[in-house]
């Protein structure tokens, strides 16, 4: 991706997601994947898709388990003692 398409991308995810914190992180060398980051913490990639002359960006972000809260607890089974 270039620098301008980084740029449109970087906007139009921080006006959706409602941000001004999300950024994306060029790669160090063209042709690798560009990267979404909040703040300083990376959470996915974007793909640029070039389809017969129609572009498109996916985004993909990943979630670590350990990153989530934890689940809820199970609900106690009432007339058991």
């Known amino acids: 991706m ?3 398409e ?6 139009c995810l921080r006006r959706l997601l409602g941000s001004e914190r999300v ?5 160090p060398r063209p042709g690798q994947t560009v990267e979404v980051a ?3 913490e990376v959470i996915g990639t974007v793909h640029r898709d ?6 498109s960006y996916a985004v993909t972000i990943t ?8 689940p ?3 609900p106690r089974r ?3 003692a």
């Open 63 to 70: 979630l670590l388990e350990e990153d989530l809260p934890p």
């Open 78 to 80: 009432a007339g058991r």
């Open 6 to 11: 980084i740029a449109r991308v970087q906007t």
């Open 2 to 4: 270039t620098p301008t």
């Open 38 to 40: 909040v703040e300083d």
């Open 23 to 27: 950024k994306l992180i060029a790669p």
């Open 72 to 74: 809820p607890a199970a």
């Open 50 to 55: 070039d389809e017969e002359g129609e572009i």
